[in-house]
């Protein structure tokens, strides 16, 4: 008998996932039940945690601006991850140092949510996650990411472009970088009881990778507002590096002339630079980046370039000679 190369159940195609779908299979379901749109407000539609009880989640605070209109500019040749894979498999230490955190995340407070602009800006600020995401226009992109770990998914993430807040931040011109901070609140996060690693979460960008259009504030994921496990409320997405740029549950932004020192960067710098920069070239100082670990499928396949961005951000590097841009 000749092999069948069956698509697992949930090797869904990208036109199935779009929000599009998702509204057509409502339309369908209320078409089936003999309900026309008018119906729309007796039927249960919203998700569970929108609930009395859990009102106080971003969530479900943010509800209604999903799903938000795809971005057809940032189209990717590759199937979209499954969302029971990609929520299932995380990377997110403040919740343990393994990929199982789902569950433990679900402790994720959300709300208040207030985000610290401050450093070299016009007027420091303080602004609550739900008042920001209604002061920007949130867009789906289909964004490749691509782990250090050698893994990698395909996602479809809502949020805003990073420069429309660099916008609102109003920095002042000598401001060279942004540094992003995640909670530090070891109650509420049993990873961060680890008191070797060095809490909190930190990150960076050159303001000139800030401008990138690539550069991506994401608030959902799926057509969804994040679930806590993807770093919820608000997280950051680099497609064109390595995945630990891309830092979760984001709570302060600070503009200033001097690069930051990562979390990884802090831990083992020789490992995890800070340009990080995804290169099948250059090998990690333990296994080779040559290749990759598509998560849905399990199928290797090769790292490209910039993770596949070359043509938008290369350019951000050319004068960059001598910087460890690829590690
Ligand atoms: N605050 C925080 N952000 C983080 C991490 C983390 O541990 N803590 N892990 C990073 C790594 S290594 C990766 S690969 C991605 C994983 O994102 P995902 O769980 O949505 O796939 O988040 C990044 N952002
Ligand atoms: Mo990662």
């Not at 003999?34 to 919203?46: K, Q, V």
């Amino acid at each position: 008998m000749p092999a069948i190369h069956r698509r697992p159940r949930w090797a869904i195609s990208e036109n199935q996932a779009t929000p599009e779908t998702v509204f057509e299979n409502r339309r369908a379901i209320l078409k089936g039940l003999g309900l026309g749109a008018g119906a729309l407000a007796g039927i249960p539609l919203l998700p569970s945690y929108a609930t009395a009880e859990a009102a106080r989640d971003a969530a479900a605070l943010t509800a209604d601006l999903y799903p938000a209109e795809r971005n057809e500019r940032y189209e990717v040749d590759r199937e979209l991850t499954p969302e029971d894979i990609s929520g299932t498999y995380n990377n997110f230490y403040e919740f343990g140092s393994h990929k199982q955190i789902a569950r433990a995340a679900q402790s994720l407070v959300t709300h208040p949510w207030d985000i610290e602009i401050d450093g070299m800006v016009e007027a420091p600020m303080r602004i609550a996650f739900e008042d920001l995401v209604r002061r920007v226009s949130l867009e789906e992109r289909l964004y490749r990411h691509r782990c250090v770990e050698a893994w990698s998914m395909t996602v479809p993430w809502t949020g805003f472009p990073l420069s429309a807040l660099v916008a609102l931040a109003k920095p002042s011109a000598s401001a060279r970088y942004i540094r992003f901070e995640t909670f530090n609140e070891p109650k509420m996060a049993s990873g961060q009881k680890q008191v070797w690693y060095p809490w909190p979460y930190v990150e960076g960008v050159t303001m000139e990778e800030a401008a990138n259009d690539l550069a991506f504030m994401v608030t959902g994921v799926y057509g969804k507002p994040l679930a806590k496990q993807f770093g919820a409320p608000v997280r950051l997405a680099l497609p064109w590096k390595y995945g630990f740029k891309s830092i979760k549950s984001i709570r302060r932004v600070s503009f200033t002339d001097k690069r930051p020192t990562s979390f990884w960067e802090q831990i083992a710098g020789n490992e995890y630079g800070f340009w990080a920069n995804v290169n099948p070239e250059v090998p990690h100082p333990r296994w080779s980046q040559a290749e990759e670990r598509i998560l849905h499928t399990g199928e290797s396949v090769p790292t490209q370039l910039y993770n596949g961005y070359a043509e938008e951000v290369a350019g951000l590097y050319a004068d960059l000679t001598g910087e460890t841009l690829f590690r």
